[in-house]
């Protein structure tokens, strides 16, 4: 049962680098989501896509961009990496929008030199 | 800006005894309020979505209650194992957008 796949696990970039975090679930659901999480801070969204063909900028879009690829894969992109955006990214999904309880991947540790 | 507040922000609780902490949320324009258990390396796992003003819901050993008209979720763990010690996240969904809006935790620690 992989559930929320996502990759890499860890990355270095170098300020100005650009890179993609990609996810895949594999429980036809039709919501997925990206967030970031910070020391002493509570999971804050990035950007969500309440459905295939849809995304839309969370609490703290600044800095990336996000392809719902298929009902299957969201991917997120960051253009010019800043150290400001050393963090933890998880990506979820749920069945519904709102209601449905997400379901989370292993998380991504990135750090931006 | 809607806040979620969660207390206390970390809790010691001896093995066997019984504990509970809060998850203040804004009274109105409530949508529902998620539960979720983190244990250290791992990723958030849902325990309870609670829809309905006095909801009651239960999985093995925790339970939560749900107060909608004044804004607060109570989580209680009876009859505390180490395996319950984690960090335990809410989440309250707004009507107005739909987005859920998280707290920071509390992390909880189980003593032997």
């Known amino acids: 049962n992989a559930g929320v796949t996502q990759t890499p696990k860890f990355q270095v970039l170098k300020t100005g680098q650009s890179m993609t975090l990609q996810c895949a679930q594999d429980?036809?659901?039709?919501?997925m989501y990206w967030y970031r999480q910070d020391p002493g801070m509570g999971l804050r969204l990035i950007y969500y896509?309440?459905?295939?063909?849809t995304t839309d900028k969370g609490e703290v879009p600044n800095g990336y961009n996000v392809s719902r690829l298929n009902k299957r894969e969201f991917s997120l992109r960051l253009e010019s990496a800043a150290p400001s955006q050393t963090s933890v990214y998880f990506c979820a999904s749920s069945e519904v929008w709102g209601i449905g309880e997400l379901f989370f991947g292993e998380g991504s540790r990135l750090t931006v030199l | 800006i809607l806040n979620v507040e969660q207390s206390p922000q970390s809790l010691h609780v001896q093995e066997g005894d019984s504990t509970n902490f809060t998850c203040g949320f804004p009274s109105s324009n409530f949508y529902a309020l998620h539960w979720y258990r983190w244990e250290t390396a791992k990723s958030p796992e849902a325990l309870f979505v609670m829809t309905l003003n006095g909801d009651e819901k239960k999985k093995g050993r925790i339970s939560a209650t749900l107060n909608t008209k004044e804004g607060y979720s109570y989580l209680y763990i009876k009859g505390s194992q180490p395996e319950d010690s984690a960090t335990y996240l809410c989440a309250f969904i707004s009507a107005s957008n739909y987005q859920l809006i998280w707290g920071a935790g509390t992390k909880l620690i189980i003593k032997p």
């Open positions: 429980m036809n659901h039709n919501s």
């Open positions: 896509s309440a459905s295939e063909g």
